[in-house]
């Protein structure tokens, strides 16, 4: 492994995803269990995507108080639910919600209501709650969530909001293998916005592969802009970049 900082930035880099995956699992779980040691619950957000896989699967073999955790997601997409394959929902439930009994998982859509009013439940639950941890990712675009560049406001008043996602992101989700071509990716999402994620005590950001290595390069000797939403992470208290061989290329 090799390790270093940027700003408040955390970074560290492992030869290969499998076992990125694992040490970050590692320590998102000695984590997990030193805040339940001494509170009774506490609030998580998780990131549904392919990059996510070796962390999840690695994280729900540990060994944790699960029965005291309420699961949240940061981010879907608009018209579609978790009978929909290709959901945020759909996949967390696949990847972490069906393996670990929480205490509660809390979904962004809700059948029968509108894209704004689930957007308006959501907001309303999590402004009573505090995040405790976000297990994200980083978009070929630098997002975090689905705050793409031209809606990303590191200001935002909002704790969630609908936004229209651009062609980088939407090719992203092609790419990965969850949509057949551009035309059937939805153009809409619900997100978190990035003042809601970096609210988080504690912020675990795993993003191997090789389409993320010029993102990763921004993010990490880049401006702190927009242009780059996930460079704001270089400001958070206590984030840690998990990174695969393929994924640092360009920072090493």
Not at 29 to 41: C, D, K, R
Not at 187 to 212: C, G, Q, W, Y
């Amino acid at each position: 492994m090799i390790g270093f900082k940027k700003d408040l930035l955390e970074i560290k880099v492992y030869s290969s995803r499998e076992i990125m995956g694992e040490e970050a699992a590692n320590e998102a779980a000695n984590y997990i269990s030193n805040m339940l040691a001494s509170q009774n619950e506490i609030n998580i957000v998780f990131a549904a995507a392919p990059s996510q896989n070796d962390f999840l699967r690695a994280l729900s073999k540990k060994d944790i108080e699960w029965g005291k955790i309420n699961a949240f997601h940061m981010d879907e997409y608009v018209g579609l639910t978790r009978k929909d394959r290709q959901s945020f929902g759909h996949y967390l439930d696949e990847h972490i919600f069906n393996l670990a009994s929480f205490k509660s998982v809390h979904y962004i859509a809700k059948e029968g209501l509108s894209a704004e009013e689930c957007c308006r439940l959501y907001c309303s639950h999590l402004k009573n709650i505090h995040i405790d941890i976000v297990c994200m990712g980083v978009g070929e675009n630098g997002h975090i969530a689905f705050n793409d560049p031209a809606v990303a406001n590191f200001n935002d008043p909002e704790i969630a909001k609908i936004v229209e996602l651009d062609y980088i992101c939407r090719m992203q989700q092609v790419h990965d293998g969850c949509f057949p071509s551009i035309d059937k990716v939805p153009t809409h999402a619900i997100t978190l916005t990035i003042p809601a994620l970096l609210s988080a005590d504690r912020i675990f950001n795993i993003v191997p592969s090789e389409r993320k290595a010029e993102a990763i390069k921004k993010i990490v000797y880049g401006d702190i802009s927009e242009d780059c939403p996930a460079s704001i992470l270089r400001k958070h208290k206590a984030t840690t970049l998990y990174l695969d061989n393929e994924s640092s290329k360009y920072i090493l």
